[in-house]
């Protein structure tokens, strides 16, 4: 049958989504909801590369045209993302898919292509290896979460539970406290914020696949993570923790019972998200049992180049970091959703 690669019409925006939901390598981040998202949010253009034939479609590739003073013009699927890239049924897509995106990378005249792949990618673009994942197969009872997790961060869990009476809740009426922690984070890392707006519109667009969770002790509200859910996989995604209460255990007990609802809910994967290689959240994850698989990040360049190194292990960024963490907290709420659309 003969292979076509077109911009998606919005029209078959749905077909695309289950298309995606239905590839093993799919995620919440390569769905229309995502570019919906990110288009809304900071203007960027955003449209998918469909390669399809007569009877079905063969492929995906999620992309948003991003121009920032940092790192110039570029397509990025997907920003904000951790996972991205071409998703495909065959090789004859995957090539057919690379092919239109370099077609459209030299018409909009950018300086750089960067695909996210989780797992080996499809092309064979430079890659950079900067960060891995964390993924475990989940338990069939969530009476077997805490077995699966190491005997120190286990004990961590029980203690804060049993000791400090740490309780899981969940519910959408957890949002402002959620917010308030991510940004308190955020700030304490130099790091740049997302707007209310933003979060909104995320839980608006995955429904009941976007779910908040938080730890309390005595109705006061220590950690919260906002995640996003495929069929079968589970993707903590944003979190906030209060500051200090890593000493009651907060995180560790947020996510053990962060995997028990899991199990609860038919899960069958929880996706702990990536980390940057040698980092404190790496060595938190490895703490509560998961391993690291690398990433694939791939960049073309159509006239030569090399990738940009825009993250905080950049001596670059200290200076930037630095005043970031130094602002009220008002402040990096309003200067942080400005800062963010430069480095998606």
């Known amino acids: ?41 900071f203007g960027f253009p955003c449209a998918s590369l469909v390669a399809a034939d007569a009877s079905s479609i063969r492929g995906v590739l999620p992309l948003a045209l991003v121009a920032a003073p940092l790192t110039g013009r570029r397509l990025v699927s997907v920003p ?9 049924s065959d090789a004859e897509a995957t090539f057919a898919l690379d092919e239109a995106l370099q077609t459209l990378a030299r018409r909009e005249h950018v300086r750089y292509i960067e695909l996210r792949y989780l797992g080996k990618g499809a092309t064979s673009h430079e890659s950079v290896a900067s960060h891995e994942t964390y993924c475990k197969q989940l338990p069939d009872d969530p009476e077997a979460v805490l077995a699966t997790i190491p005997r120190k961060a286990r004990a961590e869990v029980r203690k804060a539970r049993n000791r400090h009476g740490l309780e899981l809740r969940s519910g959408l009426d957890l949002f402002e406290g959620f917010y308030r922690l991510y940004c308190l984070n955020k700030r304490g890392l130099g790091s740049t914020v997302f707007r209310r707006s933003y979060f909104r519109r995320l839980l608006d667009l995955y429904g009941h696949r976007a779910m908040l969770h938080g730890i309390e002790k005595d109705g006061e509200l220590l950690a919260a993570v906002l995640s996003l859910a495929s069929s079968k996989t589970l993707y903590p995604y944003y979190s906030g923790t209060e500051p200090g209460s890593n000493r009651l255990g907060a995180s560790n007990a947020l996510y053990a019972g962060l995997m028990e609802q899991a199990v609860r809910l038919g899960f069958e994967h929880f996706d702990f998200g990536r ?59 309003a200067v942080g959703p400005t800062l963010m659309r430069h480095v998606p």
């Not at 993302?81 to 998703?87: D, E, F, M, Q, R």
């Not at 993250?311 to 602002?327: E, T, Y």
């Open 1 to 41: 049958m003969s292979l076509s690669v077109e911009m998606l019409d919005v029209r078959y925006s749905r077909a695309v989504d289950r298309y995606v939901l239905g590839h093993p390598a799919g995620t919440p981040f390569h769905e229309t909801r995502w570019t919906d998202l990110v288009r809304t949010t």
């Open 80 to 88: 904000f993302g951790v996972y991205g890239g071409i998703l495909s």
């Open 275 to 333: 980390s940057r290689v040698g980092s404190g959240p790496a060595a938190f994850k490895q703490h509560m049992g998961f391993s690291p698989t690398p990433l694939d990040y791939q960049f073309y360049f159509p006239l030569g180049g090399k990738p940009p190194s825009i993250n905080p292990g950049n001596p670059a960024m200290a200076l930037p970091q630095r005043v970031l963490s130094r602002l009220p907290l008002w402040m990096a709420q």
